[in-house]
Nanobody, 129 residues
């Protein structure tokens, strides 16, 4: 059930990082939703990206810089982060929703933290100016 995250760290603005999250106790399938979220002190957890029902979804402000991908055979999800900015500094979490994705959902639903029942331990990403 645990999700082990790797790939956090410190980079200068404009740099790149790749996060990974490997799940144990689950077998990924096409009906699972997997996502990335981030949180800074004093703010709500923010949806970054997810894969639901075979499609990728991104927060509008991050689309074009971040890319989510998965390898179901390895039960692993990745987040490639490019052109990082200081405002990207946060603790990043991977998450898993094992329930089938409802039909006729919008971006807000896909990136809603409340939807996801299983969470990684989080990893710090710090971007300096």
């Amino acid at each position: 059930e645990v999700q082990l995250q790797r790939g956090g760290g410190w980079v200068q603005a404009g740099g790149s990082l790749r996060l990974s999250c490997a799940a144990s106790g689950f077998t990924f399938d096409d009906e699972y939703s997997i996502g990335w979220f981030r949180q800074v002190p004093g703010k709500e957890r923010e949806g970054v990206a997810c894969i639901s029902d075979g499609s990728a979804y991104y927060a509008d402000s991050l689309k074009g810089r971040f890319t989510i991908s998965s390898d179901n055979a390895k039960n692993t999800v990745y987040l490639q982060m490019n052109s990082l900015k200081p405002e990207d500094t946060a603790v990043y979490y991977c998450a898993l929703d094992t329930s089938p994705t409802p039909t006729y959902t919008d971006l807000e639903f896909h990136l809603s933290a409340a939807r996801y029942a299983y969470w990684g331990q989080g990893t710090q990403v710090t971007v300096s100016s």
